[in-house]
């Protein structure tokens, strides 16, 4: 252990770029030759041989010129915090199997279901990731809607979010056995927040054709834009004709904490459940996410008992009544570690800070000369841009700043156009890295294909 820490400490003195932008053809020739049915002869020649095969062409999200997706440098005390989980390898299905670690993961639940504005009538559970959050969700909302309409009805069974909500929605209502157009994408406006108008046309239109609003799903910080979906108003078109409404806040929840931002998710408290991602905005290890919900009941529709695990009978707080997992790790020790050492409140502002720093670059793109901002600043801390030239070019200047490593842009569509991305999740980047990294793509741009 104390190996591991000198040499991951070393590691992140001496990172200075992303990555080594190595095809997976290169990356891939040294594991090819090793036998892993002939082991090294000691631990010192097995991490020695890790720095080839992972250590080496990993990818550093603490680097401050890694740009690209919802990944983040993490903190600390949840770092050391995985170090009891993988040690101690609690699992919290059951009371028996976790004690203290039960208490500790209600506790930050508890706190969470707070911060959103629920009462006391609510829960919530970890999960593995908004994915499995939002596939809870959903199937919560299927029971409730097939207890009132009869399974009879699952076809006609529909769910309505933006056309720039996360994929794994549609991937849940597949699980879910929900019809292939059980997904309704409704249209958004010029910020890429859901449009109320439309949204409320196509609950009339499904309502009137017989189909049955399963859920409502709002936004709280898209994956591609950062923006917010109107909660209020689409919390009001939910209650008046969905059986649900869903906040998947994946992306936003770290402005649960934030002192400056906390007004731009006015209106969670009044979804049926909420999603959110400690592993995106609360510098969380992955994985580490919640599902939550208004009325804690509803959990139940999970509970299965098991004469040899968590018998009707039992009167231990077994978690594994609420999870769609079984053996599950102890995710909440590393939140419950960083509340009680550095705080929610400065988890907010690393948070703030990330969302200003996309401000001030936003600013500058728009004053670029040769830049292109593509839609209005974002409300989190995304920005979509382009570079002189058309899609093609968008592409290529991606791919020679991932190859040479020194940098690391995402890529998205936006009305039907190819786009830049950054996601900007580092409180420790600066204006001028990611200024640095942008002149580099513009210089991609000129010296032409390589
Ligand atoms: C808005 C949103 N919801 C859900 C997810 C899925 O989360 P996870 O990757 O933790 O499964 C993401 C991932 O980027 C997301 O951006």
Same mark, same amino acid.
């Given at each position: ?186 249209s958004s406006d010029e910020r890429q927040r859901?449009d ?29 834009f950062?923006s ?104 909440? #020790?590393?939140?419950? !570690? %960083? ?9 907010? +502002? @690393?948070?703030?800070? *990330? ?19 593509v839609t209005p ?38 009305q ?7 996601? #900007?999740?580092?409180? !420790? %980047? ?9 002149? +580099? @793509?513009?210089?991609? *741009? ?5």
């Amino acid at each position: 252990m104390h190996t591991v820490v000198n040499d991951i400490a070393r590691r992140f003195t001496q990172v200075r770029q992303p990555g080594t932008g190595r095809t997976p053809e290169q990356v891939s020739q040294v594991h090819e030759a090793i036998d892993l049915d002939r082991p090294l002869d000691d631990v010192a020649a097995a991490l020695e041989e890790l720095h080839d095969v992972y250590l080496n062409d990993a990818v550093w999200f603490h680097d401050p010129k890694y740009l690209a997706h919802l990944n983040c440098p993490v903190v600390i005390p949840a770092v050391a915090a995985e170090a009891f989980n993988a040690a101690i390898n609690t699992s919290v299905d059951t009371w028996d199997q976790s004690a203290g670690a039960t208490h500790i993961e209600q506790r930050v639940i508890d706190w969470t279901c707070g911060r959103i504005g629920y009462d006391s009538r609510s829960d919530g559970v970890f999960t593995s990731g908004g994915t499995q959050s939002n596939l809870q969700a959903l199937f919560l909302a299927r029971e409730e809607a097939q207890r009132r309409w009869g399974m009879a009805r699952i076809g006609d069974f529909r769910i309505f979010t933006s056309e720039l909500s996360h994929f794994s929605l549609v991937k849940a209502a597949r699980i879910l056995g929900l019809g292939a157009d059980a997904v309704v994408a409704v249209s958004s406006d010029e910020r890429q927040r859901m449009d109320p108008t439309a949204l409320k046309e196509c609950l009339v239109e499904a309502t009137d054709e017989g189909k049955i609003p399963m859920a409502v799903i709002a936004t709280a910080g898209t994956t591609d834009f950062g923006s917010i979906d109107p909660l209020y108003e689409v919390a009001e078109l939910a209650e008046a004709y969905a059986g649900h409404f869903h906040v998947d806040a994946a992306y936003g929840c770290g402005l649960l904490v934030s002192p400056q931002r906390r007004h731009s998710i006015g209106g969670i408290e009044r979804a049926d459940s909420v999603t959110v991602d400690f592993h995106k905005s609360f510098f969380q290890p992955v994985s580490s996410s919640a599902l939550l919900v208004k009325e804690g009941r509803q959990l139940g529709h999970v509970t299965y008992y098991a004469d040899y695990l968590n018998p009707e009978s039992s009167a231990e707080p077994n978690l594994v009544d609420k999870s769609l997992q079984t053996t599950r790790r102890f995710d909440a #020790l590393k939140l419950w !570690l %960083t509340l009680r050492t550095m705080g929610a409140d400065a988890i907010g +502002r @690393l948070f703030d800070d *990330v969302c200003d720093l996309a401000d001030e670059v936003w600013t500058r793109v728009e004053a670029h000369p040769t830049l292109e901002t593509v839609t209005p600043a974002s409300e989190l801390s995304t920005l979509v841009f382009r570079v002189p030239g058309d899609d093609e070019t968008q592409r290529r200047v991606r791919r020679e700043l991932a190859a040479d490593g020194s940098g690391a842009v995402a890529a998205t569509t936006y009305q039907g156009k190819q786009v830049l991305k950054l996601t #900007l999740l580092n409180p !420790l %980047t600066r204006v001028d890295d990611v200024m640095g990294v942008l002149d +580099r @793509l513009v210089t991609n *741009v000129y010296q032409g294909p390589r």
